[in-house]
């Protein structure tokens, strides 16, 4: 009899310290995130290349920075992070770059372990953290293969014109065929379903049962690309959005869409979102990209910048609220003062540009409005722009947020940007929850 009650009482405070240290699931509650039944605003970053990282040293990971990285944002309040899943293709120009590797899928139904190993162990040392991960699956664009990859493994597009470097149009005519081919869109939910099925070997769950994720992400900025695609889009959109819902019932679903820049109007982007298996919606924010200034009168131009970046909120905002849903400013970026790459260059009017949005964010926490979160662009953290010939990425390079098609230093916010990590704890303490 005290044996039992003893091993019983054991088994009783067990669970209530487990119970304690739990880390729930990110939830939605019609416009609002919730965790544990609690309002979840954020302010996150993006680090899309974590999982390599997080790979084993003598495959080619860092660890030790990785562990560095994942402090060092937890001190600075960022709960929330975007990470790229994993790359497709192997070491072979496409549009003209040097798409980031080791690549996760290297071809038709051949995965490589060394990534999946660092997944399981950057959603390990997460959960330690009580931070959370956006996972994409793939890329519109071609730095980590994507669509593109896929139609070339499909024979869509062959080797040489894969490789070559694209004009936009181009681009759009190229890319706008994955919607239609349906091959390579088989290719893509097998590669989904594998990752939705995996186990982790040290944490022991499916991936589907794994806390740290907070939502999955069909793709990197899929657009139609042209017109005539978009009815194929939508409907690519929502059998990849039902086929996740039905095999993870416990995680949240995006698209990982633009805004209207992306999908070629407004009312598309409403029609995507308002999807049951879609629970928010993502808006990312290029003002460089999107030709709302030019380099030599930006400091004319700022203010101009801020009060477009309002409107283009302000428009998905109001969609969101309609539909009863959250919205995420998923990506937003500026270079540095003077578009220096240098991490001695100032960032005066990159902070006053994140302030604006750091702004809105406690702006619609305090009115209950649907923007609930927003993830820089992107995390340099503890990496070194290297000494190129050219300021882009090759092989060996430390990566640091920028992707390899665009200059290394950008758009990174580095560990020494003292000043912008002051921004973002000043702004932490501002959110209520």
């Given at each position: 009899m005290f044996k039992t009650a003893t091993i019983s009482a054991l088994i009783f405070v067990f669970l209530i310290n487990d119970t304690a240290a739990q880390h729930f699931f990110v939830k939605r509650q019609q416009h609002n995130f919730t965790i544990n039944n609690k309002p979840y605003h954020f302010i996150g970053a993006n680090l899309w290349y974590a999982t390599l990282l997080a790979m084993p040293d003598e495959k080619g990971g860092d660890r030790k920075r990785l562990l560095q990285e994942l402090d060092f944002l937890q001190q600075q309040g960022i709960t929330n992070l975007r990470i790229l899943i994993g790359a497709q293709g192997e070491k072979k120009l496409i549009n003209g770059i040097n798409p980031v590797h080791p690549a996760l899928q290297l071809a038709t139904g051949k995965y490589n372990d060394a990534v999946l190993e660092g997944m399981d162990f950057l959603l390990q040392q997460l959960e330690k953290r009580n931070m959370y991960g956006v996972f994409f699956f793939s890329n519109n664009w071609e730095w980590s293969g994507g669509f593109l990859q896929y139609l070339n493994w499909h024979n869509k597009i062959d080797d040489t014109t894969l490789a070559k470097r694209y004009t936009w149009d181009e681009?759009?005519?190229l890319t706008s065929k994955f919607y239609s081919c349906n091959e390579c869109m088989e290719d893509y939910w097998s590669f989904v379903k594998?990752?939705?099925?995996?186990?982790?070997?040290?944490?022991?769950?499916?991936?589907?049962?794994?806390?740290?994720?907070?939502?999955?992400?069909?793709?990197?900025?899929?657009?139609?690309m042209r017109p005539y695609a978009i009815e194929a889009y939508k409907e690519f959109l929502q059998k990849t959005s039902a086929l996740i819902k039905k095999e993870d019932t416990n995680h949240l679903l995006t698209l990982g869409v633009e805004g209207y820049m992306g999908t070629e109007n407004i009312a598309l982007f409403e029609t995507i979102h308002r999807d049951k298996n879609v629970d928010y919606a993502t808006i990312h924010i290029w003002p460089k990209n999107w030709s709302w200034y030019s380099?030599?009168?930006?400091?004319n131009d700022f203010d101009s910048v801020v009060q477009k970046t309002s409107e283009y909120i302000k428009v998905h905002e109001a969609v969101m609220m309609k539909i009863n849903k959250p919205l995420v400013v998923e990506e937003f970026g500026l270079p540095r003062d003077n578009f220096s790459f240098s991490l001695q260059s100032p960032v005066v009017y990159r902070n006053k540009y994140y302030e604006s949005i750091l702004q809105y964010l406690i702006k619609s926490e305090k009115e209950n409005s649907s923007v609930a979160g927003i993830n820089f662009w992107a995390m340099g953290g503890f990496g070194k722009p290297a000494k190129n010939e050219t300021p882009f990425w090759k092989e060996g390079d430390d990566l640091i947020g920028d992707p390899p098609m665009e200059e290394q230093g950008l758009n990174a916010v580095f560990s020494s940007d003292k000043s912008t990590w002051n921004l973002f704890r000043k702004y932490k303490g501002l959110l209520k929850k």
């Open positions: 681009n759009r005519d594998m990752i939705l099925q995996h186990t982790n070997k040290l944490t022991g769950r499916k991936y589907t049962n794994e806390p740290a994720i907070m939502a999955w992400e069909i793709a990197n900025e899929p657009r139609p380099d030599s009168t930006f400091k």
